[in-house]
């Protein structure tokens, strides 16, 4: 069955930088579009951003555009968010999520989903990341 696993989160300091990476398995990689959503206590499910295969396209959250970077390595199932300049706000669970079709990431998701599948693919347990000093 699909299985995205997180892990590179933790505590850092504002102005710092941090690396997620999602380890996919069951499925195949390429044919999928991936992406990173976040969430926050209080605060609705966030896409960060998204990564179209093949090609490669990109979008991200205007809260994050020119500080975070997405990514993937098709040949080792993996995709990454590479986090700098962090700010408090960033704070969150960050979730992997992996969907047929990249279009989909346009439709507004109210609640991440740890662990999921369903109509808003498939997602994986988190990882928190916490920007303070």
């Known amino acids: 069955q699909v299985q995205l696993v997180e892990s590179g989160g933790g505590l850092v300091q504002p102005g710092g930088s941090l690396r997620l990476s999602c380890a996919a398995s069951?499925?195949?990689?390429?044919?999928?579009?991936m992406g990173w959503y976040r969430q926050a206590p209080g605060k609705e499910c966030e896409l960060v951003a998204a990564i179209r295969s093949p090609g490669g396209s990109t979008n991200y959250a205007d809260s994050v555009k020119g500080r975070f970077t997405i990514s993937r390595d098709n040949a080792k199932n993996t995709v990454y968010l590479q986090m700098n300049s962090l700010k408090p706000e960033d704070t969150a669970v960050y979730y992997c999520?992996?969907?047929?079709?990249?279009?989909?990431?346009?439709?507004?998701?109210?609640?991440?989903?740890?662990?999921?599948?369903?109509?808003?693919?498939?997602w994986g347990q988190g990882t928190q990341v916490t920007v303070s000093s």
């Open positions: 999520n992996a969907r047929p079709r990249y279009s989909d990431y346009h439709i507004f998701v109210p609640l991440c989903l740890s662990g999921g599948n369903g109509l808003s693919g498939s």
């Open positions: 069951g499925f195949t990689f390429s044919n999928y579009a």
